[in-house]
């Protein structure tokens, strides 16, 4: 491949590694072109395509790139349909959710792993070269792990359901929705450094995922500079929007932070959730003051009822009490798309 590379056949030195880079992944040859695999699968070739579709693969004609792999998974996807255990519309939603959560998995893995491990190449090897050894060594423990993970996730999933068959709140699908946003982001991106950047958004995003995770909460989705978690309990979205607040205030260098949150009916979906208290909990958000975290009259009101938060009395004092948070009412005023909303300003009762 040196001798290649030096007579200029560097790119075809490098497809040849890439296409045994695929083949360690995969591990199985390239044999059937899709209409080959779909009937391998006994399956539509139309029902074929809307699976690989979904999934995140574009079309390829009629290249040979399919293995026995892609044959066995679109047997079985459609086996799903066939045994009435998947409508063939869920069978589609499974193919997308799956495609879209491992594509951005795989892709952050390559990164992060390549990136890291690759810095130092060997005089005379391409980074490709040095990749095949690494995820040769890599692919079985991040397979092992990715499972493990998957089915911890599933069981977590599972339990909350059966739980929720007693509860008429968690039934009804009444969520707290928190999203939290760093302050003048897009300012301090023209500023920094590709690098600095970087490792700010990572910070953040491992900080906030680490204590919504460890408090209870969900991470829905992080976009950069905010970050959409939920909860069945309103006290637990609470300590986890004051918690961030707090925490982030103390990292060098990060800026302050602002949280908006609702509580009511969440409709769920591949993973994400939306509907009016999502969309109140953002719009929250973007009027919230900084290091500073506001609430809808919902959840102000699933607080007090709760015993965790206290609103002041006719004196404008909060009651010398056990409660956790004090509520604060803020000034009304109209919330694009949502008419006049009353947000409440959420803080403890006491210094932690």
């Given at each position: 491949m040196a001798e290649q590379r030096e007579n200029g056949g560097g790119e075809t030195a490098d497809r040849t590694v890439a296409l045994d880079l695929e083949r360690l992944i995969l591990d199985a040859p390239r044999r059937y072109t899709p209409y080959q695999a779909a009937r391998a699968a006994d399956v539509p070739m139309e029902l074929a395509t809307r699976f690989w579709r979904a999934m995140g693969f574009p079309d390829i004609g009629q290249s040979r790139a399919l293995t026995d792999n892609?044959?066995?998974?679109?047997?079985?996807?459609?086996?799903?349909?066939?045994?009435?255990?998947?409508?063939?519309?869920?069978?589609?939603?499974?193919?997308?959710?799956?495609?879209?959560?491992?594509?951005?998995?795989?892709?952050?893995?390559?990164?992060?792993?390549?990136?890291?491990?690759t810095q130092s190449v060997e005089p005379g090897l391409t980074r490709a070269e040095v990749a095949y050894p690494l995820t040769e060594l890599l692919l079985p423990e991040l397979e092992q792990f990715l499972v493990y993970v998957w089915r911890r996730q599933l069981a977590a999933v599972t339990g909350r359901v059966v739980q929720a068959a007693e509860d008429s709140e968690i039934t009804s699908g009444r969520l707290a929705v928190g999203f939290a946003d760093l302050v003048g982001f897009t300012r301090l991106s023209r500023r920094l450094e590709e690098e600095e950047l970087g490792e700010l958004v990572e910070g953040f995003e491992n900080t906030?995922?680490?204590?919504?995770?460890?408090?209870?909460?969900?991470?829905?989705?992080?976009?950069?500079?905010?970050?959409?978690?939920?909860?069945?309990?309103?006290a637990t979205a609470a300590e986890i929007a004051l918690s961030l607040v707090e925490t982030l205030a103390k990292e060098d260098g990060m800026p302050a932070l602002r949280v908006g949150m609702a509580f009511g009916t969440v409709t769920s979906r591949m993973g994400d959730v939306f509907g009016t208290t999502v969309n109140l909990a953002s719009r929250l958000t973007s009027i919230a003051p900084k290091d500073a975290v506001l609430v809808d009259g919902e959840l102000s009101a699933a607080l007090e009822q709760n015993g965790a938060a206290a609103t002041p009395g006719e004196d404008g004092r909060h009651p010398e009490d056990d409660r956790r948070f004090h509520l604060q009412p803020m000034w009304r005023r109209p919330v694009r798309g949502l008419g006049l909303v009353e947000p409440w300003l959420l803080s403890r009762a006491r210094a932690v």
């Amino acid at each position: 491949m040196a001798e290649q590379r030096e007579n200029g056949g560097g790119e075809t030195a490098d497809r040849t590694v890439a296409l045994d880079l695929e083949r360690l992944i995969l591990d199985a040859p390239r044999r059937y072109t899709p209409y080959q695999a779909a009937r391998a699968a006994d399956v539509p070739m139309e029902l074929a395509t809307r699976f690989w579709r979904a999934m995140g693969f574009p079309d390829i004609g009629q290249s040979r790139a399919l293995t026995d792999n892609d044959v066995i998974a679109l047997r079985r996807l459609a086996g799903l349909v066939e045994s009435g255990l998947l409508s063939e519309s869920m069978a589609i939603q499974v193919a997308r959710s799956t495609g879209q959560t491992t594509s951005r998995l795989a892709g952050w893995q390559m990164d992060t792993f390549l990136e890291n491990l690759t810095q130092s190449v060997e005089p005379g090897l391409t980074r490709a070269e040095v990749a095949y050894p690494l995820t040769e060594l890599l692919l079985p423990e991040l397979e092992q792990f990715l499972v493990y993970v998957w089915r911890r996730q599933l069981a977590a999933v599972t339990g909350r359901v059966v739980q929720a068959a007693e509860d008429s709140e968690i039934t009804s699908g009444r969520l707290a929705v928190g999203f939290a946003d760093l302050v003048g982001f897009t300012r301090l991106s023209r500023r920094l450094e590709e690098e600095e950047l970087g490792e700010l958004v990572e910070g953040f995003e491992n900080t906030c995922s680490d204590l919504i995770a460890g408090q209870g909460g969900r991470v829905v989705k992080t976009l950069g500079d905010e970050i959409l978690y939920v909860s069945e309990d309103p006290a637990t979205a609470a300590e986890i929007a004051l918690s961030l607040v707090e925490t982030l205030a103390k990292e060098d260098g990060m800026p302050a932070l602002r949280v908006g949150m609702a509580f009511g009916t969440v409709t769920s979906r591949m993973g994400d959730v939306f509907g009016t208290t999502v969309n109140l909990a953002s719009r929250l958000t973007s009027i919230a003051p900084k290091d500073a975290v506001l609430v809808d009259g919902e959840l102000s009101a699933a607080l007090e009822q709760n015993g965790a938060a206290a609103t002041p009395g006719e004196d404008g004092r909060h009651p010398e009490d056990d409660r956790r948070f004090h509520l604060q009412p803020m000034w009304r005023r109209p919330v694009r798309g949502l008419g006049l909303v009353e947000p409440w300003l959420l803080s403890r009762a006491r210094a932690v």
